[in-house]
């Protein structure tokens, strides 16, 4: 895994932090709140597993919420949309397609508001990366492209609505409604060059500590990012 990391380029970051919590009722109000509860979610052993155990470690909440962790999101949106159980952690835009689903469920958390409350490193969840020989043998067809991802970053933003009918067109989601709903949670973002960088390697430092293994047992060097 370190070897691969070595063999690649990030050249941009795409998502900041696209983890809810959903509860079929009203009693979650704080992270506090979970304390004693039983919450599902998914992403067990990677960066979701990693982001909720540094929230509730800062927030001195480790031992006391049980964590249950499903394969898919589809099979917990599944289970919750059903009201088989009444709290879990889902990304977006599963988050919006459940709440589609079943109007009873509520946004009790936002993982990233509750991440920005202990943490300097912003949550990076989405990035861009290319192959060293790709950045290295094709540096214009490279920055044309991360200039129309740029331009494709704004007009998803500012559009939602036309982006939401794009999305079903190519078959990304079943619905355009529910991916024009579910992009403003999704906080796409287009960070390169030095910005990109520190966000990176703050991001990269927590997903470390959590777990080496994580980030392939060794932290990467300045060679790892593309900052041209």
């Known amino acids: 895994e370190a070897q691969r990391i070595r063999l690649a380029t990030q050249i941009g970051s795409g998502l900041m932090g696209v983890l809810y919590i959903l509860e079929d009722g009203d009693t979650v109000q704080s992270l506090a709140d979970l304390a004693g509860k039983t919450l599902y979610a998914t992403g067990q052993g990677s960066t979701p597993e990693y982001i909720l155990n540094y929230v ?6 480790a ?8 394969t898919e999101n589809s099979e917990l949106a599944t289970l919750l949309a059903a009201g088989e159980i009444d709290l879990a952690m889902l990304p977006e835009p599963n988050v919006t397609a459940t709440m589609l689903k079943k109007a009873d469920l509520r946004v009790a958390l936002d993982l990233t ?12 969840q989405g990035c861009l990366i290319a192959s060293r020989q790709f950045v290295e043998e094709n540096p214009e067809a490279l920055e044309a492209f991360l200039t129309q991802y740029a331009a494709s970053v704004n007009y998803a933003n500012e559009n939602p609505e036309e982006a939401g009918q794009l999305i079903e067109k190519h078959g990304i989601m079943a619905s355009a409604a529910a991916a024009a709903k579910a992009i403003p949670n999704c906080n796409l973002v287009t960070v390169v060059g030095a910005d990109m ?7 990269l430092d927590v997903l470390y500590n959590a777990n080496p293994k994580s980030v392939g047992g060794t932290l990467p060097g300045d060679d790892f990012y593309y900052e041209k």
């Open 63 to 70: 031992d006391t919420v049980t964590v249950e962790y499903k």
């Open 113 to 124: 508001a509750e991440w920005d409350k202990v943490s300097d490193a912003e949550l990076v």
């Open 56 to 61: 509730l470690a800062q927030n001195g909440l």
């Open 197 to 203: 960088k520190a966000s990176m390697q703050a991001m």
